[in-house]
């Protein structure tokens, strides 16, 4: 065990030798290690894998999914319908972006339907901007 007086050397020589160093702060540039650190972290490329085309260029036809989903960047809204209404509605020729955009700019209620059967829209109404 060392003496008090061994302990209060020891103690004042532990600051001395090391030099200040300086935290980054939020306007600061971020090391060349850090963003090497990030680029080689296995879970940088774990994000969205896909293997074939978007569902947004794919026909309703071609869609393996029961579930379709449509959310608006905009305000927010979502709408689902199920793939068998979707055809039933927009035929299964239809192409998922133009019907999923064609349901959230109609969507307010049961009369979704006699909207989708009447056909093209004026586009002088705001559109809203879909995430399939």
């Given amino acids: ?4 007086k061994q302990m ?3 103690t004042a020589a532990v600051g001395k030798n090391v030099p200040p160093v300086r935290t980054p702060g939020p306007g600061d540039e971020m090391p060349a290690e850090y963003w090497q650190a990030v680029l080689d972290d296995p879970r940088a490329d ?11 260029t794919q ?4 869609i393996q999914r029961h579930l379709l989903r449509v959310a608006c960047r905009r305000c927010g ?14 035929g299964s020729q239809a192409v998922w972006k133009d019907v ?7 969507c307010s209620g049961p ?7 009447a056909g093209p829209r004026s586009s002088s109404r705001r559109r809203h901007r879909s995430v399939a």
């Fill in 1 to 4: 065990m060392p003496t008090p």
């Fill in 8 to 10: 209060e050397a020891n």
């Fill in 46 to 56: 774990a994000g969205r894998r896909t293997t074939g085309p978007s569902i947004r």
């Fill in 59 to 62: 026909r309703l036809s071609n």
């Fill in 77 to 90: 809204r979502t709408v689902e319908i199920q793939k068998a209404d979707a055809i039933r509605l927009a």
């Fill in 100 to 106: 999923g955009q064609r349901l959230l700019d109609d």
């Fill in 111 to 117: 009369a979704v339907t006699k909207r989708m059967a």
